[in-house]
């Protein structure tokens, strides 16, 4: 749809549906697309994010950006210097996207689960293309199982036909959520599936390396027609939130969490420290092996980020 440009010095609020570095499209509130450009060297958008905009003299074909709303709750990831950068604004949910190919990277998941534990975004875990009959698939549920124990709904489902769109659907009504998972994963077919008109690019996996490619390229916001809205993202190979301390990456661990109140010590970090309740949970397997790796990982990457004789090490502003 074309609208009529807003009259000249106008500013009206809209979300941010896509964007492509300093072009954006801009959705106002009667759901027309503006081609926008950031104005001000200084703005940083992202997808999902509200926005002042307006045309600055009548006639412009682009609108201009004027400033950000403050964000609710933000996805964020963390670049190679340990610094975060904001990928999606003011979801409600993570739809973190596992398939029986390529091979889900378990730790991946725990990320992104941790990730929305610090910043208290609901998480919910999807393995699609459940209509592949092999070991693979069978062995992702049973995965699978591990966190619906820890109360995350998780659910299967399939683009070609197999049960379980309709799930996904329910799950989706009403809420912001942001498809994320390795590349490769069926996110873009996901979205093409719940919102047939947004025609999302999906691609072959690369047969000779069991990779993704990284089809999708930039998050981009489609509504959902009876309520919400659907963000896909580009797929990862790797993935880091935002680190809190040392002391509070349990918390993006139910399970740790749960164990560590009876740790010896209040500040334990569940390494090597006496009396440590969640090292003897994992021992004796009602903290996941797996899991509880995830967790030593990523106070790892805490000690590496804090570090200041390291490569990218002391580049963390502080947190909280
Ligand atoms: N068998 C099967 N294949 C699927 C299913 N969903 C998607 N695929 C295929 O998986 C491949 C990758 O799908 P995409 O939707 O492009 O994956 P993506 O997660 O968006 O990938 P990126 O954009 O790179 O992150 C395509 O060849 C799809 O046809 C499914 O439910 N079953
Ligand atoms: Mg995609
Ligand atoms: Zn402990």
Redesign the pocket.
Known sequence: MTAPPPAAGERQVGRVVASHGRQLDVEDANGVRHPSRLHGRQLRVVCGDQVHFGYASAGDTQANVYDILPRRRLLERLNGRGLPEPVVANLTQLVV?I?PEPRPDWEVVDRYLAGAEWASIAALIVL?????DTDATRAAGAQLGTYAALGYPVLA????G?PGIDALRLQLKDATSV?V??????????L?TIVPEAR??????SAATDE?????TTAALHDIEGGGALV?????RDYAPPLPLARQIGEGFREITAAAAGCRFADCLHRTEPGCQVRAAAAAGTVTARRYQSYLRLLTLVDRFDDPSRPGGGSRPPRR
Do not use: M
């Open positions: 996207v398939a699609n293309k459940s209509d592949i489902c399939s683009t070609r197999a498809l998972g390795q590349s490769g994963t069926g996110k873009s077919s996901l093409n999302a690019v999906t691609q072959e996996i993704g490619r990284h089809t999708t896909d993202s580009p797929g990862v």
